[in-house]
Nanobody, 124 residues
Framework: QVQLVESGGGLVQAGDSLRLSCAAS????????MGWFRQAPGKEREFVAT????????YYADSVKGRFTISRDNAKNTVNLQMNSLKPEDTAVYYC?????????????????WGQGTQVTVSS
């Protein structure tokens, strides 16, 4: 089992950058595929980015491709989401999630563990 704690959210203006971090407990972090999802008010949780166990392969939602970068440090049990050129439509609660048993997934229902979320608000 793994516990996830996100940090780094906040209020920024359009065009600014933010870096979200997710710290994982436990000694098996490198065995999890990690993902970032987000949920805006009144909307379903949606996929943002995922990274495989070694960090060598990443996938992004079309809406964030070229602006967001997911990375992980297995020695530090962390996964990060660098968000550049933020837009008001990026406003949401951002969640870190861990997946076992698959190479990757963009479906939130496939992920086994979730953090509590961190709020990102982008003003226009």
């Amino acid at each position: 089992q793994v516990q996830l704690v996100e940090s780094g959210g906040g209020l920024v203006q359009a065009g600014d950058s933010l870096r979200l971090s997710c710290a994982a407990s436990g000694r098996t972090f490198s065995t999890y595929v990690m993902g970032w999802f987000r949920q805006a008010p009144g909307k379903e949780r949606e996929f943002v980015a995922t990274i495989n166990r070694s960090g060598g392969r990443t996938y992004y939602a079309d809406s964030v491709k070229g602006r967001f970068t997911i990375s992980r440090d297995n020695a530090k049990n962390t996964v990060n989401l660098q968000m550049n050129s933020l837009k008001p439509e990026d406003t949401a609660v951002y969640y870190c999630a861990a997946l076992t048993g698959l190479a990757y997934s963009m479906r939130p229902e496939m992920y086994n563990y979730w953090g509590q979320g961190t709020q990102v608000t982008v003003s226009s």
